[in-house]
T-cell receptor
């Protein structure tokens, strides 16, 4: 069964600190992996997208990594800001399919 | 540029009442359109998708239905709401003519069924 699992479920960090969110997937065949940021009560917004041939992709203070062999991805947030407080969702696309497989997300809270 | 609109933003409805949520996309033509539901603390669940006018595919059996009367309009409906229909409903679009493309989400509708 195609699944995407994220950890931790929730995370609290102090402003300015770094953090890493994890995503493991069993989706096969695999097309691409995206990380979305979802602010409370809003729709998700794409942060990064990686195909199976890409190992890392950065978007400002966000850096995503992908290991297609172990089917793991991580999202690293550097020098966190209060505005980083949100849910971060890992989404994997099946090959040649419209279907997106969503993780349940990691809820991040950045405290001053 | 493309934009996606949803309304209403929030809705409180009694059990057994009808539902109509609307989604429209601007700045693109022949998009693929999607309806998702997000329960509290859960991942997004795909409810319906459409690759063209009048073409609707259902992913999950339920008392909801979807329609696409125009190219860039997608409507989610119910004749009689259940308590379990409460949740955050998201509409999304992706470029038509291909699959697996990035999906762009609307602002969502928070539905509470009492």
């Amino acid at each position: 069964k195609n699944q995407v699992e994220q950890s931790p479920q929730s995370l609290i960090i102090l402003e300015g600190k770094n953090c890493t969110l994890q995503c493991n997937y069993t989706v096969s065949p695999f097309s691409n992996l995206r990380w979305y940021k979802q602010d409370t009560g809003r729709g998700p917004v794409s942060l990064t997208i990686m195909t199976f041939s890409e190992n890392t992709k950065s978007n400002g203070r966000y850096t995503a990594t992908l290991d297609a062999d172990t089917k793991q991805s991580s999202l690293h947030i550097t020098a966190s800001q209060l505005s980083d407080s949100a849910s971060y969702i890992c989404v994997v696309t099946e090959w040649s399919s419209y279907k997106l497989i969503f993780g349940s997300g990691t809820r991040l809270l950045v405290r001053p | 540029s493309q934009t996606i609109h949803q309304w209403p933003a929030t809705l409180v409805q009694p059990v057994g009442s009808p539902l109509s949520l609307e989604c429209t996309v601007e700045g693109t033509s022949n998009p693929n359109l999607y309806w998702y539901r997000q329960a509290a603390g859960r991942g997004l669940q795909l409810l319906f998708y459409s690759v063209g006018i009048g073409q609707i595919s259902s992913e999950v059996p339920q008392n909801l239905s979807a329609s696409r009367p125009q190219d860039r309009q997608f409507i989610l409906s119910s004749k009689k709401l259940l308590l379990s229909d409460s949740g955050f409903y998201l509409c999304a679009w992706s470029s038509g003519g291909g699959v697996g493309g990035e999906q762009f989400f609307g602002p969502g509708t928070r539905l509470t069924v009492l």
